[in-house]
Nanobody, 129 residues
Framework: QLELVESGGVLVQPGGSLGLSCAAS???????IGWFRQVPGKEREAVSC????????NYLESPKGRFTISRNNAANTVSLQMDSLKSEDSGVYYC???????????????????????WGQGTQVTISS
């Protein structure tokens, strides 16, 4: 089973930049990978997704133009570059692979509530001065 591990979460000042990484235990070449975030007391929300062919789908309006998802299939990693960070970007960031249905796992779902499995443990991002 595909296992994912996030890293890169730290304390950053508002306006700063941060890069998160999601490393896969085996080849993630055929999977779409999504980034999600959650703050205490709120539901987890989908941020963006990248298909196996590199097509991107952004789910949130707020980070558009500030967050960029990318993947390095040779290294089995998916990154989330976050720029111009705001306090409301704080939270635990998770990556997940689309695992169902299996014949669509390479593509980002239009509804991010469906199809993602193999979640990582999360990495804490705190934006504060």
């Amino acid at each position: 089973q595909l296992e994912l591990v996030e890293s890169g979460g730290v304390l950053v000042q508002p306006g700063g930049s941060l890069g998160l990484s999601c490393a896969a235990s085996e080849s993630a070449l055929s999977y779409a990978i999504g980034w999600f975030r959650q703050v205490p007391g709120k539901e987890r929300e989908a941020v963006s997704c990248i298909a196996s062919n590199g097509d991107r789908l952004n789910y949130l309006e707020s980070p558009k133009g500030r967050f960029t998802i990318s993947r390095n299939n040779a290294a089995n990693t998916v990154s989330l570059q976050m720029d111009s960070l705001k306090s409301e970007d704080s939270g635990v960031y998770y990556c997940a692979a689309r695992t169902s249905p299996s014949d669509l796992r390479s593509w980002c779902p239009s509804d991010p509530r469906l199809g993602f499995g193999s979640w990582g443990q999360g990495t804490q991002v705190t934006i504060s001065s």
